[in-house]
C-alpha cells in the first residue's frame, strides 16, 4: 500500500469512529418523555364503531414506524436523531394508558411528536391506530 493509500484508510477509520462514538453519545443524551396529562373528558374517551385493524396497521408503516418501530419499541431509523424517547409501547406503563389518552396524544402530538388530527382526517383512522397499538402489548 502506498503511503498516501495508508493516509487515506487511516482518516477514514476515524472518520467512522467518531460518527460512531458521537451516536453513541447522542443516544445516551436521550431523554425520557415527561408525564402527559390529557383533559378528563377525553380520557374517557372511545372509538364510536369497531376499529379496523388491517387499517391501524397499514397508517402505522406509514406515518408511525419511522419512529417508532415496526413493533412500537421506539427503535424506528429516526430514533437515534430524537431528542426524547418515543416510548416502549410493548410495556405495561403505556398500556395501562386508556383508548381515550392514547387518542388524544396522536391527534395532538407534543414537541418531536407530530399531530395527526390533521394529516390523518378522518377519526375512524385514528382508531384503528389506537386498536393496532393495543397489539404491541408483550
Ligand atoms: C417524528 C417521530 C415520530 C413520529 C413520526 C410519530 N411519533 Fe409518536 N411519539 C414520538 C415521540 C418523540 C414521543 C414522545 C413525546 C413526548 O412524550 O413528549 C411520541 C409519543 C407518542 C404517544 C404517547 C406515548 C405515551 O406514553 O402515551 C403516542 C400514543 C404516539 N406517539 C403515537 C404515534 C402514532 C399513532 C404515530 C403515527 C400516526 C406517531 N406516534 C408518529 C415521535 C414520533
Same mark, same amino acid.
Given at each position: 500500500?502506498?503511503?498516501? /493509500?495508508?493516509?487515506?484508510?487511516?482518516?477514514?477509520?476515524?472518520?467512522?469512529?467518531?460518527?460512531?462514538?458521537?451516536? /453513541?453519545? =447522542?443516544?445516551? /443524551?436521550?431523554?425520557?418523555?415527561?408525564?402527559? &396529562?390529557? &383533559?378528563?373528558?377525553?380520557? +374517557?374517551?372511545? =372509538?364510536? +364503531?369497531?376499529?379496523?385493524?388491517?387499517?391501524?396497521?397499514?397508517?402505522?408503516?406509514?406515518?408511525?414506524?419511522?419512529?417508532?418501530?415496526?413493533? @412500537?419499541?421506539?427503535? @424506528?431509523?429516526? !430514533?437515534?436523531?430524537?431528542?426524547?424517547?418515543?416510548?416502549?409501547?410493548? +410495556?405495561?406503563?403505556?398500556?395501562?394508558?386508556?383508548?381515550?389518552?392514547?387518542?388524544?396524544?396522536? !391527534?395532538? @402530538?407534543?414537541?418531536?411528536?407530530? @399531530?395527526?388530527?390533521?394529516?390523518?382526517?378522518?377519526? !375512524?383512522?385514528?382508531?384503528?391506530?389506537?386498536?393496532?397499538?393495543?397489539?404491541?402489548?408483550?
Amino acid at each position: 500500500m502506498k503511503t498516501s /493509500q495508508k493516509i487515506t484508510t487511516v482518516l477514514a477509520a476515524t472518520a467512522l469512529a467518531v460518527v460512531f462514538l458521537f451516536g /453513541q453519545a =447522542a443516544s445516551a /443524551q436521550q431523554a425520557k418523555a415527561k408525564p402527559w &396529562p390529557v &383533559p378528563d373528558k377525553d380520557k +374517557t374517551m372511545k =372509538a364510536p +364503531t369497531k376499529p379496523d385493524l388491517a387499517t391501524g396497521k397499514e397508517l402505522w408503516a406509514k406515518h408511525c414506524k419511522s419512529c417508532h418501530g415496526s413493533k @412500537g419499541l421506539g427503535d @424506528g431509523p429516526k !430514533n437515534a436523531s430524537l431528542k426524547t424517547f418515543s416510548g416502549d409501547f410493548s +410495556t405495561a406503563a403505556f398500556q395501562s394508558a386508556t383508548d381515550g389518552e392514547l387518542f388524544y396524544r396522536t !391527534n395532538k @402530538g407534543r414537541d418531536e411528536m407530530p @399531530g395527526y388530527e390533521k394529516k390523518i382526517p378522518d377519526a !375512524n383512522d385514528r382508531w384503528a391506530l389506537v386498536a393496532y397499538m393495543r397489539t404491541m402489548k408483550k
